[in-house]
């Protein structure tokens, strides 16, 4: 299993040329629009989500 996150799309400009961040660790950066950003794992919920009867997810 890889160390980090491995993100398919940058978040601000959706392109997909990234590489990782030299001077920071599990950091990217993107190629198309010249930004470094990191993706991070902030927790579980404690609260799950649960089916609808319409077929959806909705919190409970």
């Known amino acids: 299993m ?3 996150a491995a993100p ?3 978040p601000y400009c959706g392109d997909e ?3 990782p961040h030299e001077q920071s ?8 629009c010249n930004r470094a950003f990191q993706l991070k794992f902030l927790g579980l919920l404690t609260r799950g989500l649960q089916r609808a009867d ?4 909705e919190r409970i």
């Open 54 to 57: 319409h077929g959806g997810d």
């Open 8 to 10: 398919f799309y940058c």
């Open 17 to 19: 040329d990234l590489r």
């Open 25 to 32: 660790h599990g950091a990217w950066e993107c190629g198309a």
């Open 2 to 4: 890889s160390e980090r």
